[in-house]
């Protein structure tokens, strides 16, 4: 006996809106219809499943135990189908900001080989777990120092330098190279720093060890205001590249050395995900990461290690 799924799905629609109206209304059918596959799966399994009258329909004691199984193959079936659509679509890579190092590496993987690509951009590390884990996404990047949820696997990804920007007034201006102790004492105004982002927890690991302040007051209106804020002042660093605040002259960009912060970035996914190019992607980024000796919070050095080979995945 061969059951059709879409009379168990019509007998599912009825059980949950307690009326063939409303169930027909729903799986966009008419009553009649409804009441066809309803009747044939009825036939095909030698019990009635419902009874019927002007107060509408409610399962019979056979129905009532057929409910489970029936939910269980409707599920599996959904299942089945949004699992083969995931293999025709793009797939979907969390960048965290469009303008950093996981960018470069999701364009040159796009131009480099035949895969669609969809970038997704996220707010941090609570709702990237989720996405990972129902196919939301496919892969994600960012900051990692947490023990990882169940299935969500990791590798380093790229260790991206972070420079300083300061006005034309500062008295860093000059400079095409800082040590890190120079900026001892100085003030990295950041407002966009969320207080329990992965990003705002970097920074106060270099400000404790360094003596940097960072000052996250003030409301976010924008790059132009942020830069217009530092460029005009003889005191205010920040920390970002011109890749993120293009366009303004009165603004430098130096490179902090002695050592080099570097934004620790690994990509994730769910060991469970089969889209088709992941494992390539995965591929692609292994082979890119190149670890160099650069300053790391504690909690991310231990998943960074100088060295480490290519293909080691933590």
């Not at 019990?47 to 029936?70: C, I, M, N, Y």
């Amino acid at each position: 006996m061969e059951l059709d799924l879409g009379a168990v799905r019509a007998f599912l629609a009825v059980v949950d809106d307690g009326r063939f109206t409303e169930a027909a209304d729903r799986l966009d059918m008419t009553q009649q219809a409804v009441s066809k596959r309803i009747a044939k799966l009825e036939a095909a399994l030698g019990v009635p499943l419902l009874h019927r009258s002007r107060a509408g329909a409610r399962p019979t004691e056979d129905g009532a135990a057929f409910l489970p199984q029936a939910r269980a193959l409707i599920s599996l079936a959904d299942q089945a189908t949004a699992m083969l659509r995931a293999r025709r679509r793009a797939l979907r890579i969390d960048v965290l900001g469009h303008n950093s190092a996981p960018i470069d590496l999701v364009r040159s993987f796009y131009e480099t080989g035949d895969a669609e690509v969809d970038i997704v951009v996220s707010r941090g590390t609570g709702s990237r777990w989720t996405a990972l884990t129902d196919g939301s996404i496919d892969a994600a990047f960012g900051r990692v120092t947490a023990p990882l949820p169940p299935g969500i696997k990791r590798i380093p990804a790229a260790l991206e330098p972070i420079p300083i920007l300061v006005g034309h007034r500062h008295r860093l201006a000059r400079h095409r190279n800082v040590p890190m102790n120079e900026l001892s004492g100085l003030t990295a105004w950041m407002p966009g720093n969320t207080p329990e982002s992965e990003w705002a927890d970097y920074y106060r690991h270099l400000s404790a060890e360094f003596g940097i302040q960072i000052d996250t007051s003030g409301p976010v209106f924008g790059r132009d205001h942020i830069m217009e804020k530092v460029g005009a002042s003889p005191d205010l660093i920040t920390f970002g590249n011109k890749t993120q605040f293009p366009g303004h002259p009165d603004v430098i960009q130096i490179t902090v050395t002695a050592p080099t912060p570097a934004y620790p970035w690994s990509l994730m996914w769910h060991e469970a995900n089969r889209h088709p190019h992941l494992p390539h992607f995965i591929t692609h980024v292994e082979h890119r990461y190149r670890p160099h000796t650069q300053w790391l919070p504690a909690p991310d050095r231990p998943h960074f290690p100088d060295g480490k080979r290519r293909g080691e995945r933590g």
